[in-house]
C-alpha cells in the first residue's frame, strides 16, 4: 500500500524545536513534489510548506516563514520538516502528501499519496 509515514511529533514548549519526518512506504518520493499540510481542531486544512521534485525549491506558509524549513533525502525516501520557534497557534496534526508539483497560482495539484499523520501539541 502506499502511503506516507509520518513521525516526531509530540509535546514541545512554546520556543521549543521539532523535526517530522514523512517516509514514503510503496513508492519512490523522487518522483514527487511534496506538501506538509496541518490541521487544528475546528480549523481547515492549512498548506504549511512544499519542496519540489526537480530542483528542491521550497515554499511556506507566512505563518511559517523564518520558522520552518522543509528538505528531502531521496535515498532515505524521505522529506522532513525542521520546526524551530514554536507557537501555542502551531498545535494541529500534521501529515504529508504527494503530488507533481506544488501548489500556486494555477490549477490545485491532485494529491496522489497521504499521510496518517502526526501530532503536534506546543504548551508550557
Do not use: H
Amino acid at each position: 500500500q502506499e502511503q506516507f509515514v509520518e513521525a516526531g511529533g509530540g509535546l514541545v514548549q512554546p520556543g521549543g524545536s521539532l523535526r517530522l519526518s514523512c517516509a514514503a512506504s510503496g513508492f519512490t518520493v523522487d518522483y514527487y513534489a511534496v506538501t506538509w499540510f496541518r490541521q487544528a481542531p475546528g480549523k481547515e486544512r492549512e498548506g504549511v510548506s512544499c519542496i519540489t521534485i526537480t530542483d528542491s525549491s521550497t515554499n511556506y506558509a507566512d505563518s511559517v516563514k523564518g520558522r520552518f524549513s522543509i528538505s528531502r533525502d531521496n535515498a532515505k525516501n524521505t522529506v522532513y520538516l525542521q520546526m524551530n520557534s514554536l507557537k501555542p497557534e502551531d498545535t494541529a496534526v500534521y501529515y504529508c502528501a504527494a503530488s507533481y508539483y506544488c501548489s500556486g497560482p494555477g490549477p490545485a495539484p491532485a494529491y496522489e499519496y497521504w499521510g496518517q499523520g502526526t501530532q503536534v501539541t506546543v504548551s508550557s
